[in-house]
């Protein structure tokens, strides 16, 4: 945990010419960027990223990660091996706690056929951190998202009762954020969380999310153990392709996306 963290804190340290070689584009999204405001005149967000695939298999291209510093595509590879284990478990806690099979929701996101992704953040010093958000309020579209946040700058919030509570970290702990496909399948018995970063003036900060996501063309729709007529279901099945082309085109509006699909109960 920590050198996953400290290698990637290196990169984002090194001359903007050899982060620029890792430049992401629109139709692949992976690689190094910049996160603005989608929308004219809203809060900017105040971000650079990185964003790379680990499953499937067929997505994973080692010429997309960071060669500097000298160890970073090995320790990120042997990271996220470690946490697509680490998801697969609580996937099991989840299950059982829904009063499901423990391999249900495994299952239901395509068993060992999954995706899995990296999003590294970096969150400079802000001169003026009452005009921005290090990322703009949202759910996460995917299943599960484990997030490893800065030892020492708390910059997560979650939107509780109305309010933004922020989220202090703890040393060698991860964070795990339900995310859409989960409050789908579990019949809004689990909800995802409503979630956004603010920026320190004085300080940088740098946070690994890891989403563990269903396969993408497998429709997503409430567990039928869990419909009953008291809690019937909200949702149509959609896959995971096409719930994130639909939130693509909203851009990020807290947790509207995932609310907006419910049909009145």
């Known amino acids: 945990m920590d050198q996953a963290r400290e ?3 290196e990169f984002f340290h090194l001359p903007m010419e050899l982060k620029q070689a890792y430049a992401n584009s629109p139709k692949t999204y992976e690689g190094y ?13 105040w971000s650079d990223y990185y964003f790379l695939h680990y499953l499937p298999l067929c997505l994973k291209d080692y010429n997309k990660w960071p060669a500097l510093p000298a160890s970073c595509r090995e320790v990120i590879n042997e990271y996220g091996k470690q946490l ?56 996460d579209p995917g299943g599960m998202t484990l997030l490893l ?34 409050q789908i399948l579990s019949n809004a018995i689990y909800k995802s969380v409503e979630h956004r970063v603010i920026v320190n003036s004085s300080k940088e900060r740098v946070s690994l999310a890891f989403f563990y996501n269903p396969k993408s063309d497998i429709p997503i729709g409430p567990a039928k153990e869990l419909v009953t007529p ?3 279901a909200p949702y149509t099945p959609m896959t995971f392709d096409q719930y994130r082309l639909f939130i693509r085109t909203m851009g990020p509006q807290g947790k509207s996306h ?7 109960r």
């Open 7 to 9: 290698v990637w804190r």
């Open 33 to 45: 960027g910049s996160r603005l405001g989608v929308e004219k005149g809203a809060i900017l967000d």
């Open 84 to 139: 697509v284990m680490l998801a697969g478990r609580l996937m099991k806690i989840l299950s059982v706690n829904l009063g499901l099979g423990e391999d249900y929701l495994q299952n239901a996101f395509g068993g060992e056929d999954i995706g899995a992704c990296l999003r590294v953040n970096f969150y400079p010093k802000c001169p003026q951190p009452d005009l921005t958000l290090g990322l703009s309020s949202h759910s």
């Open 149 to 182: 946040p800065d030892n020492h700058v708390p910059g997560l919030q979650v939107r509780k009762d109305g309010n933004w509570i922020t989220v202090k970290p703890a040393p060698h702990a991860f964070i795990v954020n339900i995310g859409d496909q989960i």
């Open 230 to 232: 008291g809690n019937p």
């Open 258 to 264: 995932v609310d907006s699909l419910m049909s009145p």
